[in-house]
């Protein structure tokens, strides 16, 4: 090393060697279709309608069609809500699909959240010929502490989706107090990440089903029980101020498939907005979101 070199400069010559030698986390980053798609790829047709359900910042690539109940909230995802496609806005327990319209549908890290399984499960089938459904499993939850996030532990056991109600104290698992979570979301390699990753058939529950998929819903005793309300339109004073800006293909893909809240009769588009006239239901436009009802 030259002798007129700096003690700052030797310092930053040492940072770069110690930096560049550090093994860098590769896996926090990674979507969920990353593994899924050696799943999931198999059972679509080119020509396939496919519909990703709660499908966030990350939908998967194949997806015609995209659905999220919260798309303005952040707090169960990483990002924004990716929109380059129709996303309708709606409830997996009350999805405004014709029956069997949708060739595959995905339904990742949802189920866990709602508040009837069975009527969002019921739902899933009712749309569509196959899927492939993930939730995080028990494990997983207490482990990196996601557990206060969800509703229900979830089982999949030859072939049938189990939901078991949590207990107030298993919702008590909390990622800011969860070391393991901590190692999985530092920037430095940790054996975990490695570990954590290549073992997602352990740390989730799932299932890849046709036609139809057999379920169960265990609830704790005095379990309340919420029924599905009353639709209702989303008030404009909600909606943003965004340009419509589905295309003639999306549009003709909607009419296909888009339903009245009770499933009974088809939505025509008009004006911006899909309509039923005999029955004054509409699902207001926003670039390239349908909204029907909304978490709020």
């Known amino acids: 090393m030259k002798k007129n070199l700096t003690f700052k400069r030797v310092t930053e010559v040492l940072t770069e060697k110690i930096t560049s030698s550090v093994k860098l986390n590769r896996y926090f980053h990674l979507p969920s279709w990353d593994y899924q798609k050696?799943?999931?790829l198999?059972?679509?047709?080119?020509?396939?309608?496919?519909?990703?359900?709660?499908?966030?910042?990350?939908?998967?690539?194949?997806?015609?069609?995209?659905?999220d109940f919260s798309p303005d909230d952040n707090f169960h995802r990483s990002g924004k809500l990716k929109e380059d496609r129709p996303v309708i806005v709606c409830s997996v327990e009350r999805i405004p699909i014709k029956q069997k319209t949708i060739d595959f549908v995905l339904c990742s890290h949802v189920l866990e959240h709602v508040n009837n399984p069975s009527i969002a499960c019921g739902e899933l089938q009712r749309i569509a010929r196959k899927g492939y459904i993930?939730?995080?499993?028990?494990g997983k939850d207490i482990l990196i502490g996601t557990g206060?996030?969800?509703?229900w532990q979830v089982v999949s056991f030859e072939g049938t989706?189990?939901?078991?109600?949590?207990s107030k104290r298993e919702q008590q698992a909390n990622w800011n107090a969860?070391?393991?979570?901590?190692?999985?979301?530092?920037?430095?390699?940790?054996?975990?990440?490695?570990?954590?990753?290549?073992?997602?058939?352990?740390?989730?529950?799932?299932?890849?089903?046709?036609?139809?998929?057999?379920?169960?819903?265990?609830?704790?005793?005095?379990?309340?029980?919420?029924?599905?309300?009353?639709?209702?339109?989303?008030?404009?004073?909600?909606?943003?101020?965004?340009?419509?800006?589905?295309?003639?293909n999306e549009i003709k893909l909607l009419e296909k498939i888009l339903t009245t809240p009770d499933g009974k009769?088809?939505?025509?588009?008009?004006?911006e907005n899909f309509i039923h006239e005999a029955s004054n239901i509409v699902y207001p436009v926003r670039g390239k979101r349908v909204y029907v009802e909304m978490g709020i």
């Open 265 to 271: 009769y088809s939505m025509l588009f008009s004006g």
């Open 148 to 151: 206060y996030m969800h509703k």
């Open 38 to 40: 050696e799943i999931v």
């Open 161 to 166: 989706m189990n939901f078991f109600e949590y």
């Open 178 to 248: 969860s070391p393991v979570m901590k190692l999985w979301m530092r920037k430095r390699f940790h054996p975990w990440q490695k570990y954590f990753w290549e073992r997602q058939d352990l740390f989730n529950a799932w299932i890849l089903w046709e036609d139809r998929f057999e379920f169960s819903e265990h609830r704790r005793k005095n379990s309340e029980v919420k029924k599905l309300s009353e639709w209702k339109r989303i008030p404009d004073s909600l909606l943003p101020n965004v340009t419509f800006s589905l295309t003639e």
């Open 42 to 67: 198999k059972s679509i047709l080119p020509d396939d309608i496919v519909l990703d359900i709660g499908s966030g910042n990350n939908p998967i690539n194949r997806a015609n069609i995209l659905a």
């Open 134 to 138: 993930e939730t995080p499993a028990y």
